[in-house]
C-alpha cells in the first residue's frame, strides 16, 4: 500500500485566499483525521471522520475551516478566507477501527506545509 | 491539567546510553498507548503501541505502562545519532479519541 498520500506538499498563498488541501487515506480504513501542528501548539486534532460522515470537529478553529469526505478514498480541508495565522503543517492520517484497540493506531501522511503571506 | 503530558526536553544522551522518555495521562479509562517518532520536517511515525501493563520489547525499544500510575515510558537501549528525533507519546481515551502529547525532543551525542 502507498500509505496516506497528501496534496500539495507546500502550499504558499496570500492572506484572503482559498487554500485545498487533499488526502487519499490507506485503502481499508474507516477512520480519517486532520491534524494541524505548530511549534507553539503541537499536533491539534481538527475533525475525524468515520466511514466518511464527520464524527468530531470540535478541533476545527473557526467557520473559515472546513473538511469534507465525500468517498471513502478522498478528503479535503479548505480554508477560506486563509490568514497568516493559518500557517502550519496540516496532517492527514488514517485508522483502521478506533473501536478496537489493536486496530486505532494511526498512519499519517506526509503533511501539507501551508504559509500564508 | 493537559490530557497527556511529556517533558518536552531537550534530553541529551550519548551515543550507546538508555533515553528514558515519560509520559502521564489524565483519563483513567484510555485503552491505547503509542510512542511515534518524528524527524524534522517529517510525519510521525509509529514505533510503539501498548495495550495491557508490564513492558512490551521491539528491538532496542521498550515501551512499559502502569495504569494504575497513569505512566507510559519508552526505554531506547544502546541509542544512536540517528534516534535523535521528537517522540510523541499519544493516548486513545474513552472518547474514541487519541490525544497527543506536546512530544520530547531527543539528541543522542555522538
Known amino acids: 500500500d502507498a500509505g496516506v498520500i497528501q496534496s500539495p506538499r507546500h502550499e504558499v498563498t496570500e492572506m484572503g485566499q482559498e487554500v485545498t488541501l487533499r488526502c487519499k487515506p490507506i485503502?481499508?480504513?474507516?477512520?480519517l483525521f486532520w491534524y494541524r501542528q505548530t511549534m507553539m501548539r503541537g499536533l491539534e486534532l481538527l475533525i475525524y471522520?468515520?466511514?466518511?460522515?464527520?464524527?468530531?470537529d470540535s478541533g476545527m478553529p473557526e467557520d473559515r475551516f472546513s473538511a469534507k469526505m465525500p468517498n471513502a478514498s478522498f478528503s479535503t480541508l479548505k480554508i477560506q478566507p486563509s490568514e497568516p495565522r493559518d500557517s502550519a503543517v496540516y496532517f492527514c492520517?488514517?485508522?483502521?477501527?478506533?473501536?478496537?484497540?489493536?486496530?486505532?493506531?494511526?498512519?499519517f501522511g506526509p503533511g501539507t506545509r501551508l504559509t500564508v503571506l | 491539567q493537559k490530557e497527556v503530558e511529556q517533558n518536552s526536553g531537550p534530553l541529551s544522551v550519548p551515543e550507546g546510553a538508555i533515553a528514558s522518555l515519560n509520559c502521564t495521562y489524565s483519563?483513567?479509562?484510555?485503552?491505547?498507548f503509542f510512542w511515534y517518532r518524528q524527524y524534522s520536517g517529517k510525519s510521525p511515525e509509529l514505533i510503539m503501541s501498548?495495550?495491557?501493563?508490564g513492558d512490551k520489547e521491539d528491538g532496542r525499544f521498550t515501551a512499559q505502562l502502569n495504569k494504575a500510575s497513569q505512566y507510559v515510558s519508552l526505554l531506547i537501549r544502546d541509542s544512536q545519532p540517528s534516534d535523535s528525533a521528537t517522540y510523541l507519546c499519544?493516548?486513545?481515551?474513552?472518547?474514541?479519541?487519541?490525544?497527543f502529547g506536546a512530544g520530547t525532543r531527543l539528541f543522542v551525542k555522538a
Open positions: 492520517a488514517s485508522s483502521l477501527d478506533l473501536r478496537l484497540a489493536t486496530y486505532n493506531e494511526q498512519f
Open positions: 501498548i495495550y495491557s501493563n
Open positions: 471522520f468515520n466511514n466518511n460522515v464527520p464524527i468530531d
Open positions: 483519563d483513567r479509562v484510555s485503552q491505547s
Open positions: 485503502s481499508g480504513h474507516d477512520y
Open positions: 499519544a493516548v486513545h481515551t474513552g472518547g474514541f479519541k487519541t490525544i
